[in-house]
Structures are given as structure tokens and as C-alpha cells.
């Protein structure tokens, strides 16, 4: 049956779509696109580290500058539709060098950077494309189907990823995120929407997201908190594979269904959300996403024992974290868009992104950093330990007694 909202709003339906078949490519890339360096130029643990790196430096280059430049130039849809073209583009010249036997490592890394500053484009032009498309009372619903489709692409895209760069190779498998951003940019040309005006350069503008921000108690709250939770998150991660691979002796399929467990989790959680708000409001609804996010990942250094609890440790682990990070992400997104203005939407998002995703990096390598020094167990009690103060930050804030959506601050 399809749902209300996208048999109602037409615009939003196509938005949802072209996201929908996006979101699926992009997960056949973030297989395809390492194995392209792995299997195809037999790079190492270094080069794998600057891959990585060339796509997430863009966050902390451009985003504050990229999110001006949206907001002061407007016509949000069309600059998505070219991010989306580039990026389909981009990616298309790794299979057409590979078959012409010119691929280089040099080539994967400018590709990545690129990506990653056309995909900040993108980022921070949706919001104000998203709330010129979807009424407000409509935001909770609307978040679950596009983080419904995340969680859909998580549980199925990697596994097509994988089938696909058996088949065709990773270069050619590539092709498939190329195809889907042609897809996403068709149907935003399809997409009718009527933007905010725009407003003329002034001084103080580049930092406007960031000051609306820190003055916004529950934007500044949200933020402090998942920064804190990233921050450590990140360290977990860069450690979790290597843990339960050497010192549980988890086979590599076992930790596949594992893993796998954390997107069944994602796409229940993307439909517990709309009831949660209902039941127990925005905010309290945000703050026990923070906590299922969170806590369950204790259960990884505490695992021990027959190896049968160890794998259902394991796996309630990465399911409740996966149904808890939805939680939090559609009730946060939904507070952004009901609470920033439309003329500082774009710079807010620039802002956000900087902190938030800037912390991922530094996250990883203090994770990497204690534990070689501390050792995996104790490492990973003290980062997860970490994690959970991101929920407490959230105590003392008006986060918690916020039921409703708020009114847009000014």
C-alpha cells in the first residue's frame, strides 16, 4: 500500500523517489569504490585512510562557505540537480579509465574530494527544498519514509554492491551510483517548489548559521550532544571490526549478519518514530533515541563467554543502536526544519555539518590512538562509556520537555 503522503503531495513523492534509488546506489559505492582501490591498483591501509579522507575533508573546507553561498544564491533545486550531475559524472570516469587501462590511485582520490564537496552542496541545500515541498505538519512523516529508504538501502544495498562487483567487477559496479544520481537529478527536475527569497551579501553572513545555533538552546543542546556521541562513536567503529574479528574469533560471515542486524534495527526504528512522537513527544522522543544509539554499544566489550551469547550480544548490540540512531535522527531532523528559518537554512546546515562531521576524523584516530596504547577491551569501555555523556548533555537542556514542533525562531 502506498503511503498517505506520497499518494497527497506529489512533489514530495518524486523527491522521494529520486532520494529513494540514490540512497541504493550510494551503498553499492561504498563497496564498489574501496574495492576499485583494493582489488583494481592494490592499494594499502594508508592509501585506504586518504580515500577516506579526500571524501570527508570537504565538510570541514567548505561547509560553512557552501552553506552561505546556497542561501545567498538561492535556486536550492537546480543546485542539487548539478551536484547530482556531477557526481553521477565523477563517478562515471572510474570505470571509463579503468577501461582504458589509465586508472590511477591519484584518480580515486580527486574523484572522492570532488564527490564530497558536490555531496555538501547537496546537503546543504535540502533542507529549505525539503520544507518549500512538505507542510509542517507533515515533517515527522515525511522523515520516516526518506530515513525508511536509508534503512531499506542499508539492509539491501551493500549485499546488490557485493553481488554486482562479483559480476561485473567494482569499476563497472560503480556505474550503478552513477546511474542513480541520474536518476535523482530527473526527478528533482520534476519537483515544483516555491524557494524563500534570497537575501544580499552582508558582513557577518558566513557565521550566521553558527550563531543561530549558539543561540538556540535546543539547536545548541542537539549539537553538543551528537558531536560528544560521534566523537566517541567513530572511535568505537575504528576499533569494532578488529575486536570482534581477533579477540571474539567472529567469522567474517557472522560479522556480515551482525552488522546486517543494525539496518533491520534502522528500518523498524523509521517506523516507531511517527508513533513515539505521538505517544511521547519530540523531544523526549529524541533524547531515548540518543540513549538506544548509545547504550546497546556496551554490550561489545561486555560480550564473553560461549560464543553463541557472544553473537547475541553482538547482534542486539548493532540492533538496538541501529533502531535508536533513527529515533534520533528523525526527531532531530524534524526540530531543524521546523525551527530554523528558511533564510539561514542552508547556513545552518553548513554549520552543523562542520562540527558534526568534523568530529568523525579526530574520533577515529583517538580511537585508533588509545587503543593501541590502552588495548581493544578497555578502549572500547571507555569510548562507549563516552558516548552516553552526549545523552546526558541532553538532560539539563529544554530538549526533553519539548513535545511539540517549535515555533521558527527568528
Do not use: C
Not at 571474539?248 to 551482525?258: D, F, H, N, S
Not at 518514530?273 to 531515548?288: M, Q
Request: glycine residues 10%; charged residues 10%; positive net charge.
Amino acid at each position: 500500500m502506498i503511503p498517505k503522503l506520497l499518494r497527497e503531495l506529489p512533489n514530495f513523492r518524486r523527491y522521494w523517489t529520486g532520494q529513494t534509488v540514490s540512497l541504493f546506489g550510494d551503498q553499492v559505492s561504498l563497496i564498489a569504490v574501496p574495492l576499485v582501490a583494493v582489488l583494481a591498483l592494490h592499494a594499502g591501509p594508508a592509501e585506504m585512510g586518504y580515500l577516506t579522507a579526500s571524501i570527508l575533508a570537504p565538510n570541514l573546507l567548505f561547509a560553512l562557505h557552501l552553506g552561505a553561498w546556497i542561501d545567498r544564491r538561492g535556486r536550492r533545486r537546480q543546485a542539487m540537480i548539478a551536484a547530482d550531475i556531477g557526481r553521477g559524472l565523477l563517478l562515471a570516469t572510474i570505470p571509463a579509465a579503468y577501461a582504458l587501462g589509465v586508472l590511477t590511485f591519484a584518480q580515486l582520490l580527486i574523484v572522492g574530494f570532488l564527490i564530497g564537496t558536490l555531496s555538501v552542496v547537496f546537503a546543504v541545500a535540502q533542507p529549505t527544498l525539503f520544507t518549500a515541498i512538505v507542510p509542517r505538519e507533515h515533517f515527522v512523516e515525511a522523515n520516516q519514509l526518506l530515513h525508511g529508504s536509508r534503512a531499506f538501502s542499508y539492509v539491501s544495498g551493500l549485499s546488490v554492491g557485493g553481488i554486482l562487483v562479483q559480476l561485473l567487477t567494482a569499476p563497472l559496479a560503480v556505474l550503478a551510483d552513477a546511474l542513480s544520481y541520474g536518476v535523482s537529478a530527473l526527478y528533482l527536475r520534476r519537483v515544483e517548489a516555491v524557494e524563500p527569497p534570497t537575501e544580499p551579501p552582508a558582513p557577518g553572513q558566513l557565521v550566521a548559521g553558527a550563531r543561530f545555533i549558539a543561540r538556540t538552546p535546543v539547536l545548541w543542546a542537539g549539537l553538543v550532544s551528537v558531536a560528544t556521541i560521534n566523537l566517541f562513536n567513530f572511535g568505537f567503529q575504528a576499533l569494532f571490526v578488529l575486536y570482534v574479528t581477533r579477540e571474539l574469533e567472529v567469522t567474517p560471515a557472522a560479522l556480515g549478519i551482525v552488522m546486517g542486524s543494525a539496518a533491520v534495527g534502522g528500518l523498524l526504528g523509521s517506523f516507531a518514530t511517527g508513533p513515539a512522537v505521538k505517544r511521547l513527544g519530540l523531544g523526549p522522543t529524541l533524547v531515548l533515541g540518543t540513549f538506544l544509539f548509545t547504550a546497546p554499544l556496551l554490550l561489545v566489550p561486555l560480550a564473553g563467554g560461549p560464543h553463541l551469547l557472544v553473537l547475541a550480544l553482538l547482534f542486539l548490540s548493532e540492533f538496538l543502536s541501529g533502531f535508536g540512531v533513527m529515533l534520533l535522527d528523525i526527531a532531530a531532523g524534524t526540530i531543524h526544519q521546523a525551527i530554523v528559518p528558511d533564510r539561514l537554512r542552508s547556513r545552518v546546515a553548513g554549520a552543523h555539518m562542520l562540527v558534526n562531521n568534523g568530529v568523525r576524523p579526530i574520533g577515529s584516530l583517538l580511537g585508533g590512538a588509545l587503543g593501541a596504547v590502552l588495548g581493544l577491551r578497555p578502549t572500547l569501555w571507555l569510548v562507549t562509556a563516552g558516548a552516553l555523556l552526549g545523552v546526558l548533555l541532553l538532560l539539563p537542556s529544554p530538549v526533553p520537555r519539548l513535545r511539540e514542533l517549535p515555533e521558527t525562531a527568528e
